[in-house]
């Protein structure tokens, strides 16, 4: 096949071609025709899909390709019954054509910014990368620089958005050798690239084989997402045309809902989020303070239910209610201040339970040892461990084994306290 139906018009959805030539690869069938206006992948734009008719039947084309010689492959879903796609068939080829419309729209659009990138930044667009959501092109800036502020971006943005206002026509046609050196091309074509040049009003010339609109107008509205560093490089994300619309859609549905849910109009949401972010902080250090000073009302009542154990050292173990979770190293450390006093404290929380044992710095039990041996998960210095497990009762095997570092059964003596 020598002609590609799209060099000449990008808009032709359908077409009339002869099968060519049929090759089966991995289980696949591909299918070479006498043209077509199918765009193979290339430059960063996906292979084109559609459909293939034979008569009454119609087949899917799920890619297109071309090879190393420029022919360009369609792959067609052809079921076994498929037999009378042979070389000769006369068939009809149609364009999955919001798909296509939509990548002429993300191509366009890079051009639109390539331009707008060069002429405020002399920055050089190299790849262009249509993504099933994003777009992205990679730009060398002058100095290596990788990154633009905020504001420069905002600038190409409107930039760009200025120049699909204006309209501009695009045309794109294969010069010969003679006029391409007098073209204002700001990208020369390659020793292997077709001659074929896009001409975007009468300002920006560059050699590209990809399929363009008719007009900047139709790429709709251009919206850079964000920019991040690549391998030296400035990568920017992009949307053009509908799919800049409907992210726009979705944005707005999303502020609208933040508006409502915040009663604060759309363009205050950002400071109505940050100040309730504020208050719900300032209430939880509030709840913590007040949910420490609860715990810690609790440790006389603790200390008398204490539990002397043998050489005048003393357990408090107890379980905590959820609520007090918070308050757990706090009140741990508190009884560790205790002359003699082991804390070994837990509390559920959610669907685990926290657990701090404490006690007095120095030579004695290790209770990161204990705590572990008692299954729970953490751990810690000899003093003070902490440990999750999935409910509370890892407490009773830690009592056990504390006595049993004792020499003495659980329970087998009580004090009054300290
Ligand atoms: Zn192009």
Redesign the pocket.
């Known amino acids: 096949m020598k002609e590609r139906l799209y060099f000449r018009d990008a808009w032709i959805r359908v077409f009339d071609a002869r099968v060519e030539a049929v090759k089966k690869e991995g289980g696949e069938t591909w299918l070479r025709l006498s043209q077509s206006a199918f765009y193979p992948e290339g ?1 960063g734009q996906p292979g084109d899909r559609g459909l293939l008719y034979l008569g009454e039947n119609s087949y899917p084309v799920t890619d297109t390709q071309s090879d190393e010689d420029g022919q360009v492959w369609h792959r067609v879903q052809a079921p076994e019954g498929a037999a009378r796609l042979v070389p000769g068939v006369q068939v009809r080829g149609e364009l999955d054509w919001a798909r296509r419309h939509d990548h002429m729209q993300q ?2 659009g ?2 639109i910014l390539a331009w707008c990138v060069w002429s405020l930044h002399g920055g050089y667009v190299h790849g262009l990368h249509i993504g099933q959501v994003e777009s992205s092109i990679d730009v060398s800036l002058p100095g290596g620089q990788t990154r633009l502020s905020g504001e420069q971006l905002e600038g190409i943005e409107t930039l760009a958005n200025r120049v699909i206002a204006r309209d501009d026509t695009i045309v ?1 046609r294969f010069p010969d050798a003679g006029e391409i050196s007098k073209l204002p091309l700001r990208k020369m074509p390659g020793e292997h690239d077709q001659t074929r040049v ?1 001409l975007m009003g009468d300002y920006e010339g ?1 050699a ?5 609109l008719g007009r900047t107008g139709q790429a709709g509205v251009i919206k850079i997402l964000r920019d991040q560093s690549a391998r030296g490089k400035l990568r920017l994300f992009f949307l053009c045309g509908l799919r800049a619309a409907r992210h726009y859609q979705a944005c707005w549905r999303a502020l609208d809902e933040a508006s409502s849910i915040l009663s604060a109009p759309h363009l205050q949401v950002p400071r109505a989020a940050a100040a309730a972010l504020e208050r719900i902080n300032s209430l939880s250090y509030d709840l913590a303070a007040f949910r420490k000073g609860t715990a810690l009302a609790r440790l006389p009542g603790l200390l008398e239910r204490a539990e002397e154990l043998s050489g005048g050292t003393f357990l408090v173990a107890e379980s905590l209610p959820e609520a007090e979770a918070q308050a757990l190293d706090a009140l741990a450390s508190a009884l560790a201040q205790e002359p003699g006093v082991t804390a070994l404290l837990c509390a559920p929380q959610g669907d685990k339970a926290l657990f701090t044992f404490a006690r007095a710095e120095g030579p004695g039990r290790d209770l990161a040892a204990l705590m572990r041996a008692a299954g729970i998960r953490g751990g810690g210095k000899p003093a003070f461990a902490r440990g999750t497990a999935g409910d509370t009762s890892p407490l009773e095997t830690a009592i056990k084994l504390a006595h049993e570092a004792a020499g003495e059964a659980p329970g087998e003596r009580h004090t009054g306290g300290t």
């Open positions: 430059g191509h366009t890079e051009h794109c896009v560059v590209c084989g990809g399929t363009h």
